[in-house]
C-alpha cells in the first residue's frame, strides 16, 4: 500500500473516532493521531466540529498540538514548549519529518547546517541517518545526500497542509502562471503565424527567381541560334551574287 492510500485511510479512521468524542476523550485520541508513523495530513481532524470546540476551553492546548502538527515545525514546538503537552518520542519524530517537508517546500537544495539548526542534530552522520531512514525510506521525501557540498538535494517531497491563508496566495500563484502562460502561447501562435508567412515569402521569391532563370536560359538559346540563321541568308547571298556574276 503507498503513502497516497494510507493517508486516506488513516485520515477517514480518526475523523470517524473524534465525531463520536467530545472534550478530554480526543486527548488520547489527538496524541495517537500524532504519533502515527504513517500520518502526516492533519486539517480533516481539525476541521471536525468536535475538535474545533475545544477552543477556548481547558483542553484547548491539544487542539493546540494539532494545529502544529498541521502547519508548524519543531522550532515552533521549542520556542512555545512551556504552553504545550510534553511530546513522546514518536510525537517529536514526526514533528521533525515535519520539518523536513516544510523547509523542502521553498527550497530544493537544503544545507547541512541549516537542517541540523532546525532539527536539533548534532552531527552530520545523525542527520543523514535521518534523512535516509526517518524520511526518504518512509517514502514522504526523495532525494541525494551532497557529503561534499553538505547539503541534500531535494527531487520530492509530500505536501503539508494548507496554513491559514495560504489557499489565497496559492490560487494568485496559479492565476499568474496562467496568466503566464497564456501571454507565451499567445507569442509563439504570433512567432508560427510569422514563421508561415516567411516561408510563404521564401517559396514565392524562389518560385520567381525560376522564373527568371528559365527566362534567361531561352533567352540565350534564342541568340545562339539566331547568328546562324544570318550566316546561312549571307551564305545564300553570296552564292546568288556569284550566280548573276558568271
Same mark, same amino acid.
Given at each position: 500500500?503507498?503513502?497516497?492510500? &494510507?493517508?486516506?485511510?488513516?485520515?477517514?479512521?480518526?475523523?470517524?473516532?473524534?465525531?463520536?468524542?467530545?472534550?478530554? /476523550?480526543?486527548?488520547?485520541?489527538?496524541?495517537?493521531? !500524532?504519533?502515527? +508513523?504513517?500520518?502526516? /495530513?492533519?486539517?480533516?481532524?481539525?476541521?471536525?466540529?468536535?475538535?474545533?470546540?475545544?477552543?477556548? #476551553?481547558?483542553?484547548?492546548?491539544? @487542539? /493546540?498540538?494539532?494545529? @502544529?502538527?498541521? =502547519?508548524?515545525?519543531?522550532?515552533?514546538?521549542?520556542?512555545? /514548549?512551556?504552553?504545550? +503537552?510534553?511530546?513522546?518520542? *514518536?510525537?517529536?519524530?514526526?514533528?521533525?519529518?515535519? #520539518?523536513?517537508?516544510?523547509?523542502?517546500? !521553498?527550497?530544493?537544495?537544503? +544545507?547541512?547546517?541549516?537542517?541540523?539548526?532546525?532539527?536539533?542534530?548534532?552531527?552530520?552522520?545523525?542527520?543523514?541517518?535521518?534523512?535516509?531512514?526517518?524520511?526518504?525510506?518512509?517514502?514522504?521525501?526523495?532525494?541525494?545526500? *551532497?557529503?561534499?557540498?553538505?547539503?541534500?538535494?531535494?527531487?520530492?517531497?509530500?505536501?503539508?497542509?494548507?496554513?491559514?491563508?495560504?489557499?489565497?496566495?496559492?490560487?494568485? #500563484?496559479?492565476? *499568474?502562471?496562467?496568466?503566464?502562460?497564456?501571454?507565451? @502561447? =499567445?507569442?509563439?501562435?504570433?512567432?508560427? &503565424?510569422?514563421?508561415?508567412?516567411?516561408?510563404?515569402?521564401? &517559396?514565392? =521569391?524562389? &518560385?520567381?527567381?525560376?522564373?527568371?532563370?528559365?527566362?534567361?536560359?531561352?533567352?540565350?538559346?534564342?541568340?545562339? @541560334?539566331?547568328?546562324?540563321?544570318?550566316? !546561312?541568308?549571307?551564305?545564300?547571298?553570296?552564292?546568288?551574287?556569284?550566280?548573276?556574276?558568271?
Amino acid at each position: 500500500m503507498d503513502v497516497e492510500q &494510507k493517508q486516506v485511510e488513516l485520515i477517514d479512521y480518526f475523523v470517524k473516532q473524534a465525531s463520536s468524542l467530545k472534550g478530554p /476523550a480526543l486527548s488520547p485520541l489527538i496524541a495517537e493521531a !500524532t504519533s502515527n +508513523p504513517n500520518l502526516f /495530513a492533519f486539517s480533516e481532524i481539525l476541521s471536525v466540529p468536535n475538535v474545533l470546540e475545544l477552543e477556548g #476551553t481547558e483542553y484547548s492546548v491539544y @487542539l /493546540a498540538v494539532l494545529r @502544529l502538527f498541521a =502547519h508548524g515545525t519543531w522550532s515552533d514546538y521549542r520556542s512555545n /514548549a512551556g504552553q504545550l +503537552p510534553h511530546l513522546v518520542p *514518536d510525537q517529536v519524530l514526526k514533528l521533525k519529518q515535519l #520539518t523536513v517537508l516544510t523547509l523542502a517546500e !521553498t527550497n530544493k537544495v537544503l +544545507p547541512y547546517n541549516q537542517l541540523m539548526l532546525e532539527l536539533d542534530v548534532v552531527n552530520v552522520r545523525e542527520l543523514e541517518d535521518f534523512l535516509i531512514n526517518e524520511c526518504m525510506y518512509a517514502g514522504i521525501v526523495r532525494g541525494k545526500l *551532497d557529503q561534499l557540498r553538505r547539503c541534500f538535494e531535494v527531487q520530492f517531497a509530500a505536501g503539508r497542509d494548507l496554513r491559514p491563508g495560504q489557499l489565497g496566495n496559492m490560487i494568485k #500563484t496559479l492565476s *499568474d502562471w496562467l496568466s503566464t502562460s497564456d501571454n507565451l @502561447l =499567445h507569442s509563439i501562435q504570433e512567432k508560427i &503565424k510569422w514563421a508561415d508567412t516567411m516561408s510563404e515569402m521564401d &517559396k514565392k =521569391h524562389k &518560385k520567381d527567381v525560376e522564373e527568371r532563370v528559365e527566362e534567361v536560359k531561352k533567352s540565350l538559346s534564342l541568340k545562339k @541560334l539566331h547568328p546562324v540563321s544570318r550566316l !546561312t541568308l549571307t551564305s545564300e547571298g553570296m552564292r546568288s551574287t556569284l550566280n548573276l556574276a558568271e
